[in-house]
């Protein structure tokens, strides 16, 4: 037990699991607890607009929830955990000023986040970008404008080609929502190069699936394909890569793309401590209830990508990893640890899906609002209604740079705000 009068709990990661169960309890539980939040950073991002980023349509700040400020009566700590005392329930945090703070707990919520998976395949790495931070998806834009900087001063077409030459892995959500949005600021930004050919610049989609989007139905999947491919992006099914290198990608059919940027979005797997904590876990995620609590544990709560949550709307199958589930089972564990200390009621965690929206860029996007197939500009709007609504700061921010967008030309210039070293794929441990 911590040494504090309160109990203490404490909440690592401010993902969109980790910030929701934050916020409740600093709302409603502060003066009765200590409430204290970990998180590399000081701010909670709304992951789910990157692509927008991506294409110069929204400003960083403006997907940025500062958490100070969010949650007045929590103490945020900068920095990672890494090591989970289950037994003497403490957690050791290693801060952004390199010191080790150890903190005790009275109840703990895990949502430390995801690392990317790999796959075994040699030069992910070394030459590939994720797309999973604010971080890297500023660094990537500003490598895009790079690259068609250095096409436009080519001499050899080879070379050219390789420069204006851009290669996503994956093609599930964050995959064609970035190449939708990367091909149109890669078009923009051709505007700045009168050297250089439209057809100078290449957006290829790699899908070892046999579609992209399986989590739609198979004809809304089949028109975002078909949309994709008319807008201009190359969308290759059924193959995988092979191995990516500095100036290439090799696919498992042996084909060979020239290309000086991969874009890795082929999959995440659960942070590491998740597997540490000597706990049950099924595929790196945590085991827990319909409570959220851990199995063998009940002091210790699990959430968004660091649980495998037992779904009861399809028994037997574990809730699928999205923001939606996330934000809504950070409000259920929040009431659940408030209610395992005394105030209110516990509740099972039970998923109302309200669909999917994937913006394909332009007016063309698809989405399944409470199960209704849209496509075009009605999905669109639907889309952008949705992340207005579940925005937890920025909205008339957000809504300003979209409206911008339709009636001036975007901002378009590499301003170097991201090292190579803070936009490094964090990846699983391959040991």
Known sequence: MSETKKPRIVVVGAGFAGFHCARWLDRRVGPKAELILVNPVDHMVYSALLADVLGAVLDPGSLATPLAASLPSTRVVVGSITAVDTTSQSCTVLRIDGRHERLAWDRLVLNPGSVTRTLGIRGVLEYAHG?????????????????????????????????????????????????????????????????????????????????????????????????????????????????????????????????????????????????QLGLPVERGRLVVGDNLQAREHHYIYALGDAAAVPDLTHPGEVAAQTAQQAQRQGVTAARNVAASLGHGKARAYKHHDLGFAVDLGGRNAVATPLGIPLSGLLAKLAGRAYHIKALPSGRVRVLSGWIDTLISRRQIAELGLVNKRDATIQAEATG
């Open 131 to 275: 797309f999973k931070t604010l971080a890297e998806t500023i660094y990537l834009r500003e490598q895009i404008l790079r690259q068609l900087q250095l096409a436009s001063t080519a001499t050899e077409e080879n070379t050219r080609t390789g420069h204006g030459s851009f290669v996503v892995v994956g093609g599930g959500f964050t995959g064609l929502e970035l190449a939708g949005e990367g091909l149109r600021l890669s078009r923009a930004a051709l505007r700045q190069h009168p050297t250089l050919e439209p057809g100078t610049v290449r957006w290829t989609v790699v899908e070892a699936g046999s579609s992209v989007l399986r989590q739609f139905p198979d004809r809304l999947a089949r028109r975002a394909l078909e949309r994709m491919r008319r807008g201009g992006v190359d969308v290759r099914l059924g193959t995988g890569v092979a191995e990516i290198a500095a100036d290439h990608v090799r696919l498992a059919s042996g084909e060979t793309l020239p290309t000086q940027t991969v874009i890795w979005t082929a999959g995440v797997t659960p942070a590491p401590i998740v597997s």
